[in-house]
């Protein structure tokens, strides 16, 4: 049973470029989160994907976007890139109907804004 | 000031010693808090979650919660090279279904 992948494992970028991101859960889960974790932190919510839309948004400007297909993967986008947005960004998968509580991550994007 | 605080460590501590870690939180609302394991350039990994007060104790693990001094705790008993980890706390309100407030982890080292 394949769990949460993501790919690329690492991406360097430069400022003002745009990035997209992808995520497959975990086999019979419906719904994906995306979170940014800067070195040394803990990881920052972005946005929830459920049934193809976006369900829950945290606190990240609108150079954030995301996609779900209807095979239930994901695509997070950065448009403009800025040094900031250098972290791991997570993907976690779960049930529909169940909370963030249950959730499983992926290993990781490591993304570099130079 | 974060609404969780946690304490980066490093923390390091021979093998088979008792590990406390801890974190403090200043949102009385949380209900459900969480420990997470990340090792590293690895995804957090679940280890233990729990409702409101009490203990909760799961084979090495035993987590703890004091919602009276707004306090959580994970202890690891015995612990062993393969708990070195980052290891980070996030909680939760009782109807806020979607968004964790993490710690930013401690980094346990366990010495052979």
């Known amino acids: 049973d394949a769990g949460v992948t993501q790919s690329p494992t690492h991406l360097i970028k430069t400022r003002g470029q745009q990035v997209t991101l992808r995520c497959s859960p975990k086999s019979g889960h419906d719904t994906v989160s995306w979170y940014q974790q800067a070195l040394g932190q803990g990881p920052q919510f972005i946005f929830q994907?459920?049934?193809?839309?976006?369900?829950q948004r945290g606190n990240f400007p609108d150079r954030f976007s995301g996609h779900q297909f209807p095979n239930y993967s994901s695509e997070l986008n950065v448009n403009a890139l800025l040094l900031g947005d250098s972290a791991l960004y997570l993907c976690?998968?779960?049930?529909?109907?169940?909370?963030?509580?249950?959730?499983?991550f992926g290993p990781g994007t490591r993304l570099t804004v130079l | 000031q974060k609404e969780v605080e946690q304490d980066p460590g490093p923390l390091s501590v021979p093998e088979g010693a008792i590990v406390s870690l801890n974190c403090t939180y200043s949102?009385?609302?949380?209900?459900?808090f969480m420990w997470y394991r990340q090792y590293s350039r690895k995804g957090p990994e679940l280890l233990m979650y729990t409702y409101s007060s009490g203990n909760k104790e799961d084979g090495r693990f035993t987590a703890q919660v004091d919602k009276s001094s707004k306090y959580i705790s994970l202890f690891i008993r015995d612990s062993q090279p393969s708990d070195s980890a980052t290891y980070l706390c996030a909680m939760r309100r009782m109807n806020s279904n979607y968004q964790l407030i993490w710690g930013a982890g401690t980094k346990l080292i366990i010495k052979p």
């Open positions: 949102n009385s609302a949380f209900q459900y």
């Open positions: 994907y459920y049934e193809e839309e976006e369900r």
């Open positions: 976690a998968s779960s049930m529909s109907g169940n909370s963030t509580d249950t959730q499983y």
